[in-house]
């Protein structure tokens, strides 16, 4: 099979990890171009990569090299009409996340999915760890018996100067705070390895920073099968942790982990009154150990693109996050619970986080 031709939007901090993911799949794919309206860190990547064409316009680039992927790496605002281009131009789409604004926005990409017949996947490279694969299975077969008491906390710390940047702290730019940014990976992460949420109530606030967004929002929420979660998204949290627990009915399962996870970041427990050595041999039979990496996410990519059928993280695997987030502003603003799906067209949190009715009006 050809190698597939790979662009990337974008020269920013996150570069690093897409060109790791390339070089670790560098049998399948081939770098060919780079686009940035920066031109001078266009030169810096094109050099320190060894890329062989770069651009200060990206539609130039998309028309010029027709490309088979496109890894959009470039600020959340931009994610959309460059996502829609690249689908138009022939290509899939690697995109980062936050995917896109709202409800509203993923809808339009939907459409232009649909009309192409290529897919968008978001970057979340939690989900492609051994250790998340091994559980999520774990949790299909119903080994630990049902979840009751789930814990998703994302404490990272970030200081003004990190929200001084052009394209954070305000909805329009940044679509949200730590919710939309921060723990939108653990909270994905976690929605993913669960049944449907069914409702969730929420708080957000501004405590110490000079932003529109918020720097802390605090969720509860309630899932189809009854099991409850609480999450907490902070950048106000000068000891950093990323904690995620798990209590099932025979086993208490705990990830302690920071930007990445191996196998060792996870433990498990259970309680000397339940005897059922079963259940620890088959948390132990996970004999592989990968990092949860965007190198993974791009292996399973290609894999589909081969087969030509939904890569990973795109369709309603994809629109969950965003739904939930947008209920979680919506509860958070408007004082009330808020339950999975109820955001529709009709209502202004369709079109960004903070119901502005200005983003209806433009829509
Ligand atoms: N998956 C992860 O763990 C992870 C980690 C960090 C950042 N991110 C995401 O990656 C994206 C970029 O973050 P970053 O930290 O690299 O940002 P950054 O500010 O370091 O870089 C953004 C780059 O995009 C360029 N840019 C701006 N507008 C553009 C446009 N219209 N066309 C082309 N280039 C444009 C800028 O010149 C800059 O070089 C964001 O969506 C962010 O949330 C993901």
Known sequence: MSKKRIAIIGAGGIINSHIKAIHTNIDRVELVGISDINEERVQEVCNAFDIPHGYTDNHKMLNELQPDLVHIISPPATHKDLIIASLEAGAWVFCEKPLCRSLADFDAITEAENRTGRYVSTVFQWRFGSAGKHMKKLIQDDVFGKPMVLSCNTWWYRTQQYYDAPWRGTYEKEFGGPTMTLGIHLTDFMLWMMDDWAEVS?????????????????????????????????????????????????????????????????????????????????????????????????????????????????????????????????????????????ITPDDPFYFSNNGAPEMMEQA
């Open 202 to 342: 929420a708080m957000i606030g501004t405590l110490d920073h000079d932003i529109q967004v918020e720097d802390i929002s605090m969720a509860h929420i309630r899932f189809e099968n009854d099991a409850r979660a609480s999450i907490i998204n902070s950048a106000l949290s000068p000891r950093q942790e990323t904690y995620l627990r798990m209590d099932f009915q025979k086993a208490t399962i705990e990830l302690k982990a920071m930007y990445r996870y191996t196998n060792e970041n996870w433990t498990f427990s259970t309680h000397p009154d339940l005897k059922d050595p079963e259940i620890k041999a088959q948390w132990d039979a996970l004999d592989v150990d990968f990092m949860g990496s965007h190198d993974q996410q791009l292996s399973e990519i290609l894999d589909a693109m081969d087969n030509n059928t939904r890569p990973p993280v795109s369709g309603d695997e994809a629109r969950r996050i965003i739904d939930f987030n947008a209920s979680l502003y919506k509860s958070a603003f408007t004082k009330t619970h808020i339950k999975r799906g109820s």
